[in-house]
């Protein structure tokens, strides 16, 4: 393969990931909007110690599914990403 098929491929693969991470950006949206949700609904009304007990198990499960997609789409295709650029280089 010569260097500008590479560097074709390079870029596919790097196009590729951005569209991965875009919809794993959305993804994030959505459940940061529903913790937001949690938040103003917790504040707009009187809630009993387990009332917010509940609610801050639901944030935590969206905090902890935010970072592990978070983590999981950037570190492992960002990797990617660097060998590409040091190969172009």
């Known amino acids: 393969m010569d260097e500008k098929e590479e560097l074709k491929q390079e870029m596919q ?9 875009q919809n ?19 504040k707009e009304k ?15 499960n969206l905090a902890s ?4 997609i978070d983590s999981e789409s950037g570190i492992t295709k960002d990797a990617r990403i660097l060998e590409c650029e040091s190969v172009a280089k």
Do not use: F, P, T
């Open 65 to 68: 599914q935010v970072n592990a």
């Open 13 to 21: 693969q790097q196009l590729e990931w951005v569209e991965y991470r």
């Open 24 to 42: 794993m950006l959305d993804i994030i949206e959505e459940k940061l909007l529903q913790m937001k949700e949690i938040a103003e609904q917790a």
């Open 46 to 60: 009187n809630l009993s110690s387990e009332e917010i007990e509940v609610l801050n198990a639901k944030l935590n």
